[in-house]
């Protein structure tokens, strides 16, 4: 049972214009919610988290947005550039638990 | 900047093989992780541990052992490697209540 969900598995998106992907949660338990990028061959690295208490969090050309009510959040990063094509994951954690459930990821493509 | 070591970036083992996958962290972090990453799956933890000769199973603990001996130290053990544990292999490490957690490189395992 995924708790955690990303329905696409891939977006393309030409540079320059908003690259959005989406994460849908299960578990209403999830207070703390973190992006991830990952080239091939190489780690996830971290890019933008948001806590519950927010609906929505800033950084640079990323911005993070949470609704609770709907169990969604999504990530905007706007204008989309070629290094951003990656694969993107969205991560869950609750309460003090140490793990992060995470979601398939999406792989983004930015087209020149 | 956290720096996390894996002791190789692309291994080839025969079926039967006893594999050792070992990661180094040089920022005193506490927690542990060791993760499989296959395609549409997403990341799928394996084994953590949040101190030294602790160790926590997993989603997906089975055909794998774990060891941490040192702090900065998290080995992953297959004791018998199959074919269906030919992955990409990640370790990361984390600090505090909201685990944000910081990945290594990776190693793609390939069993034959």
């Known amino acids: 049972d995924q708790q955690v969900k990303q329905n696409s598995p891939s977006l393309s998106v030409q540079e320059g214009r908003i690259s959005i992907l989406n994460c849908d949660y299960t578990n209403s338990m999830f207070d703390y919610f973190l992006w991830y990028k990952k080239y091939p061959a190489e780690g996830p690295t971290f890019l933008i988290s948001?806590?519950?208490i927010k609906d929505k969090n800033e950084d640079g050309r990323f911005t993070v947005f949470l609704n609770k009510s709907a169990k969604h959040l999504s990530l905007h990063i706007v204008p989309s550039q070629p290094g951003d094509s990656a694969v993107y994951f969205c991560a869950a954690s609750a309460n003090s638990n140490y793990q992060l459930i995470w979601g398939a990821g999406t792989k983004l493509i930015i087209k020149p | 900047d956290v720096k996390v070591t894996q002791s190789s970036r692309y291994l080839v083992k025969r079926t039967g093989e006893k594999v050792f996958l070992e990661c180094v962290q040089d920022?005193?972090?506490?927690?542990m992780f060791w993760y499989r990453q296959d395609p549409g799956l997403g990341l799928r933890l394996i084994y953590f541990s949040y101190d030294v000769k602790m160790k926590e199973k997993g989603d997906i603990p089975e055909g794998y052992s774990v060891s941490r001996e040192k702090k900065e130290r998290f080995s992953l053990i297959l004791e018998s490697a199959s074919t269906n544990q030919t992955s990409m292999y990640l370790c990361?490490?984390?600090?505090?209540?909201?685990?944000?957690?910081?990945f290594g490189p990776g190693t793609r395992l390939t069993v034959l």
């Open positions: 948001i806590s519950s």
């Open positions: 990361a490490t984390g600090s505090g209540r909201r685990n944000e957690q910081f």
């Open positions: 920022m005193d972090h506490e927690n």
